[in-house]
């Protein structure tokens, strides 16, 4: 069984994929887990192709979710095409009845796809939430270990700040675990620097 979307507290989650250029300590990717808080066997076999999605998503009826939320197992924009394809679909079928479209990211499409993907977000995705992770360049690279090492931390700011431009409502989210104050309001401070607000979340053990 593959779970597609699923839904969690009001809203509709898109599960296309488990890649990521990441490795996160906390990462429920880690040790075996095939599920979350949110749904079991999040663990895709193989990633959905568009006739795939689309017959997951003719079975729901959208206009009853509070929010649709890109979020996946893995990172959600190594598939951007197929989530720009699914919303100009699905904003044929529901207008201004679909809706608002988040995505939550760890900001690395940029360089995951090659490209500036910042102008293609407009119009599409209303909220998105890039994960912060750390007050520091260093702290960042040792928590989420990004393929390219430090680069990870240059290539999440530089998306923050142009995603700015072209998404109404830019994120950016910690964990509160081991923050000091000072470290938080430094996180804040570089949000808001980049055209984002802080949010900072409780830790859930995993
Ligand atoms: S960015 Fe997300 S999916 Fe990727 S390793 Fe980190 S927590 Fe896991």
Request: with cysteine; net charge negative; aromatic share 10%.
């Amino acid at each position: 069984m593959m779970t597609i979307s699923y839904e969690y507290e009001g809203a509709l989650y898109v599960n296309l994929t488990n890649r990521c250029d990441c490795a996160c300590v906390f990462c429920l990717r880690h040790n075996g887990h095939k599920g979350s808080i949110y749904a079991d066997d999040l663990w895709l076999e193989h990633e959905p192709d568009r006739e795939e999605i689309w017959a997951d998503f003719q079975k729901r009826d959208l206009t009853r979710y509070r929010e649709l939320v890109f979020c996946g197992f893995g990172e959600p924009t190594f598939r951007w095409d197929d989530d720009a394809w699914l919303i100009d679909e699905l904003r044929k079928v529901y207008g201004d009845k679909l809706p608002p479209v988040r995505i939550n990211t760890n900001g690395h499409a940029n360089r995951i796809l090659g490209r500036d993907i910042t102008p293609e977000l407009a119009g599409r995705v209303d909220t998105i939430s890039i994960s912060l992770n750390g007050a520091d360049r260093a702290e960042y690279t040792a928590v989420t270990q990004p393929s390219t090492g430090e680069q990870g931390w240059d290539d999440m700011l530089d998306f923050t700040r142009k995603a700015a431009r072209y998404v109404p409502q830019v994120v950016m989210t910690i964990v509160d675990k081991d923050k000091t104050e000072a470290d938080i309001a430094a996180c804040r401070a570089l949000a808001e620097s980049l055209g984002a607000h802080l949010r900072v979340r409780a830790y859930i053990p995993n």
